[in-house]
């Protein structure tokens, strides 16, 4: 199946720092999607893309869809300790009828 | 947003039970449901795909007797670990998709259940 390779693994930043992820897949996607998960709680979507070179933004967070549609970004501008949790990315093929999903980085932020 | 709904959030049970997880789409018809398995500061793993009115397809691996998948209407499927292990213990979190937006529709996570089996 396709993988998506998600980095870093964890991150551990001051609060006003941004952040930077990424994901890169070996195949394409026609979607990717940014969720965040707090502990014991279920994923919740940020932002979702829908086409290749696609730059959204939803408040502190921006994120692209890359032109090869086998990567995408998620930066998060001016941490403030909320940001905490795990970030997924998340493939979706355009044949497909599941996601495929990142390991995840685990943003710490010190207040 | 779209909401999605999860019941029980937590569940405990002795060993050989059998337990049942509802997930229901609220406020949206959702024709496909994905039912995912979540361990310990690991990525979310697909176990089934939910289609309504029809059988659950199972990624490899997954057995489908021991875990039963019902889709019985648009906005509810159940999914029930039968003769639950101590192994079976973990987060199980189901998603889904609005139907009217096909393939292209954006996955909803309901707020996922915990499971411990003793």
């Known amino acids: 199946g396709q993988q998506l390779n998600q980095s870093p693994q964890s991150m551990f930043i001051q609060e006003g720092e941004d952040v930077s992820m990424n994901c890169t897949s070996s195949s394409i996607f026609n979607t990717w999607l940014w969720y965040k998960q707090e502990p014991g709680e279920g994923p919740v979507l940020l932002i979702a893309?829908?086409?290749?070179?696609e730059l959204t933004s939803n408040g502190r967070l921006t994120a692209q869809f890359g032109i090869t549609r086998k990567d995408s970004f998620l930066n998060i501008s001016a941490s403030i300790p909320s940001d905490v949790g795990i970030y997924f990315c998340?493939?979706?093929?355009?044949?497909?009828?599941?996601?495929?999903f990142g390991a995840g980085t685990r943003l710490t932020v010190k207040p | 947003g779209a909401v999605v709904s999860q019941h029980p959030s937590r569940v405990i049970c002795k060993s050989g039970t059998s337990v049942k997880i509802e997930c229901r789409s609220l406020?949206?018809?959702?024709?496909?449901m994905f039912w995912y398995r979540q361990f310990p500061k690991k990525s979310l793993m697909l176990m089934a795909t939910s289609n309504e009115g029809s059988k659950a397809t199972y990624e490899q691996g997954v057995e489908k007797d021991k875990f039963l998948i019902n889709h019985a209407s648009l906005t509810l499927s159940t999914l029930t670990v039968t003769s639950a292990h101590p192994e079976d213990s973990s987060f199980y979190i189901c998603?889904?998709?609005?139907?009217?937006?096909?393939?292209?529709?954006?996955?909803?996570f309901g707020p996922g259940t915990r499971l411990l089996v003793l």
């Open positions: 998340a493939g979706q093929g355009y044949d497909n009828n599941d996601m495929r």
């Open positions: 998603s889904a998709r609005d139907g009217l937006a096909g393939y292209s529709g954006t996955q909803y």
């Open positions: 406020d949206f018809q959702a024709t496909t």
């Open positions: 893309l829908y086409k290749a070179g």
